[in-house]
């Protein structure tokens, strides 16, 4: 079974501009998590996306965008980018996600996105 | 926000050396504590979720004891090996979200 899958792989963008991580969950799993990773910091929650809704969110300004799909697919999107927002980006599939507090996460590789 | 602490936050241990470590969770409201190993270059990989308190998980030479009502978690590793080198994190369960620590960074010397 395929794991999950992120691309791109590693992003260079400016500050101001927007950009669109993608995510492709393991087969079957229909919930994703984002979270955002940053030196000296805990995986950050961002958000989760569960049969094409976002079911929560963590604490994380408007300019953090995301959508799921209905093969479940999830895209984030980050608008006017900041310094602050360079970071390893993960995303996490699980078939019961946030619902089920004892489902397993299986995460992707991440997107490592650096701002100039 | 919930805070999920982790000590200590790195250690080095020789190889052949056992070594534990702690997260830390608030005790009200528990629902499920996860650990993770997180190995350089590779994506974070579930090791336990745990929801009794009492609880003991064991995988190989790596175990992890739960105490719901005090709100911390162990994890042990026996007789580490460089293999083992690699961040341990914790995440709390609850409110619909996975509050993670930021990790305690295993480096086994050979």
């Given amino acids: 079974k395929a794991g999950v ?3 791109p792989r590693y992003l260079i963008k400016t500050r101001g501009q927007q950009v669109t991580l993608s995510c492709s969950p393991i087969s079957g799993h229909r919930s994703v998590s984002w979270y955002q990773q940053t030196p000296g910091q805990g995986l950050q929650f961002l958000f989760e996306y569960f049969s094409e809704t976002q079911r929560n969110k963590g604490n994380f300004p408007g300019r953090f965008s995301g ?4 093969n479940s697919r999830s895209e984030m999107n980050v ?4 310094l602050g ?3 390893l980006y993960l995303c996490a599939s699980s078939l019961q996600g946030m619902g089920d507090p004892t489902d397993t996460q299986y995460f992707g590789p991440g997107t490592r996105l650096t701002v100039l | 926000i919930l805070n999920v602490e982790q000590s200590p936050q790195s250690l080095h241990v ?8 702690t997260c830390s969770f608030p005790s009200s409201n528990f629902y499920a504590l996860h650990w993770y190993r997180w190995e350089t270059a590779k994506s974070p990989e579930a090791l336990f979720v745990m929801t009794l308190n009492g609880d003991e998980k064991k995988k190989g030479r790596i175990s992890a004891t739960l105490n719901t009502k005090e709100g911390y978690s162990y994890l042990y590793i026996k007789g580490s090996q460089p293999e083992d080198s ?8 609850n409110d619909y979200k996975l509050s993670f620590g930021a990790g305690t960074t295993v480096t086994v010397r050979a």
């Fill in chain 2, 86 to 93: 690699a961040t341990y994190l914790c995440a709390f369960s």
């Fill in chain 1, 67 to 70: 959508r799921q799909f209905s």
């Fill in chain 2, 14 to 21: 020789q190889e052949g050396d056992s070594t534990n470590f």
């Fill in chain 1, 85 to 87: 927002d360079s970071a």
């Fill in chain 1, 5 to 7: 899958t992120q691309t």
């Fill in chain 1, 79 to 82: 608008s006017t980018l900041e």
